[in-house]
């Protein structure tokens, strides 16, 4: 059996005027045809093949006839239905260069398994190497929760070594968010406990639910965190603040995150997913160079001495002043209008 994408609970109904057509899914997801594969086209052929195989012959508009399979249509208005690699447990959407990624595994509250550490590794990965891919946002796959920490059945009877094992795994996966040299944006549209939190905090940027709950209640299982809990969470809230929450393990409220400084903004629930498009939109109207480079400063320089960190931004500096964007940026200034950056 095919996988079926949905997008249906997802509060997207804001996000089309951000983002625009790759949301067409939805409403055909409301209309309660199955969507057999991530499609990002526009085009009419794209949205008609939405609710078709990938490879059932269709016919030709207005004549009639069959006018070879679906796939081969899309390939030739550029649309990336079945071109992109599989992801288990993963949504993804992409238009206008922001893509979104949902966790989906809502009968287990998107917990992390083995599988979907995996996969975001591996989308993390490519979507590193991806031209097409300017900004991403992070979410889970309906409105209860966000990721709920990591799948219990599995991880469950570790053994030392295997839980380190499984930490390790973890771990990389989050460093590579964390690295990446485009904004990520966490949407946390529900629960985001242990390991949904620490997933949120490998995010750049923060939106979070009004009914966002978010903890690191791992202790209260007789473990400690392992998917860098106990490292970023003191970096973002401070040692008080982070120890409170770790020893105790009670969540906090989207508005105690947004207070503490764990998350950037609070949305409606309805609009979580637009606000944080929003937000991705904001930030690409800047140099893509810059902004790589200036989430790359941050990144290694919060790991160095104050004045090797100084040393390493003012070469990030200094790499920024040779592109043409500058150019740009400094041009459309002067001539009082918007630069049209090249990202070179």
Known sequence: M?????????????????LGGAFDRVRLQARGLAIDAVALGSGPACRQSLA???????????????????????????????RMPPYPNLLIAT?????????????????LDG?????????????????????????????RSFVAGADIDEVSGFSALEARAWGLRGQAMLRRVE????????????????????????????????????????????????FGGTQRLPRLVGRGRALEMLLTGDPVSADEAQAMGLVNR??????LLAD?????????RNGPVAVALTLQAVDRGLAMPLDAALDWEVSQYALSCATDDVREGTRAFLEKRGPAFSGR
């Open 179 to 226: 690295s990446l040299r485009k904004p990520v944006i966490a949407a946390i549209n529900g629960y985001a406990l242990g390991g949904g939190l620490e997933l949120a905090m490998a995010c750049h940027l923060r939106v979070a639910s009004s009914r966002a709950r978010l903890g690191q209640p791992e202790l209260r299982l007789g473990i400690v965190p392992g």
């Open 115 to 143: 599988a979907t550490v995996d996969a975001l590794d591996r989308f993390f990965l490519d979507a590193g190497e991806d031209d097409g891919i300017r900004a991403i946002i992070v979410t889970g796959s309906g409105d």
């Open 52 to 82: 078709r195989p990938i490879d059932d012959p269709v016919s030709s508009p207005g004549t009639g006839k069959r006018g070879g399979t679906v796939s081969d249509r899309c390939r030739k208005r550029r649309c990336t239905l079945g």
């Open 95 to 111: 238009d206008r260069g922001v893509t979104v990624v949902t966790v989906n595994r809502p009968g287990k509250l998107n917990a």
């Open 2 to 18: 095919r996988d079926t994408v949905g997008f249906k609970g997802l509060g997207t109904e804001g996000l089309e005027p951000v």
């Open 276 to 284: 944080a498009a929003a937000l991705a939109a904001r930030i690409l």
């Open 266 to 271: 609070v949305a409606e629930p309805e609009r």
